[in-house]
Every structure is written in C-alpha cells, then in structure tokens.
C-alpha cells in the first residue's frame, strides 16, 4: 500500500482529491454499465471540477500549483470525451428503439 493510500482523505491535497474522483470517473465510463442518470451525474461532477481548475491546474487553498498536475488536464478531458460519447450512443439506442 503507498504512503498516500495510508493517509487519511482529510489530508490529501486538493490536486489528489481531484486525481482520485477523476481515476474512479474514468473506471466507471470505460466499465460502459451506466444509465443515463449515472451519465448526467458524472457530467456534473465534471464540471464542478472544472470550476476547480485554473490555467489547467488545481491550486491548493493557499494559491500554490502542485507540479504534475498535466495528468489531471488529460483525465478531464478523457472523461468529458467519455461522457459525451456514451451519452450520444445511448440517445441514438433510444432513438432507434423508438
């Protein structure tokens, strides 16, 4: 187990929270076993994270950019590209069931 999965969630950084809840997002958009409800919920809990970012970054409460955090850019991007995509399929199945 790593040093950080030791530590408690209260004392992640901001950045780490956000690496998190983007790593379980993506899980969940690639397992492709989501209603549309899960789908919508996901995409807002993608925008409150982009209200989070910042010139590509997640400042810390004190204003400081941890390095790194290119990564966090590149998974928020995946996830909306996920999340639309699994979204347009499911309304064109549901068109075609119609």
């Known amino acids: 187990?790593?040093?950080?999965?030791?530590?408690?969630?209260?004392q992640l950084t901001r950045a780490e929270k956000v690496e998190d809840a983007l790593r379980d997002i993506l899980k969940d958009l690639k397992e492709c076993r989501l209603?549309?409800?899960?789908?919508?919920?996901i995409k807002?809990?993608?925008?409150?994270?982009?209200?989070l970012?910042?010139?590509?970054?997640?400042?810390?409460r004190d204003g400081s950019i941890l390095p790194?955090?290119?990564?966090?850019a590149e998974m928020?991007?995946?996830a909306h590209e996920l999340s639309?995509?699994?979204?347009?399929?499911?309304?064109?199945s549901q068109s075609e069931e119609d």
């Open 1 to 10: 187990m790593s040093s950080r999965q030791v530590r408690e969630r209260s």
């Open 35 to 41: 209603s549309q409800r899960d789908i919508v919920e």
């Open 44 to 51: 807002d809990q993608l925008c409150r994270i982009d209200e």
């Open 53 to 60: 970012m910042h010139d590509a970054a997640i400042p810390e």
């Open 68 to 72: 790194g955090q290119a990564m966090l």
């Open 84 to 92: 639309s995509e699994l979204m347009e399929n499911m309304e064109d």
């Open 76 to 78: 928020l991007n995946e």
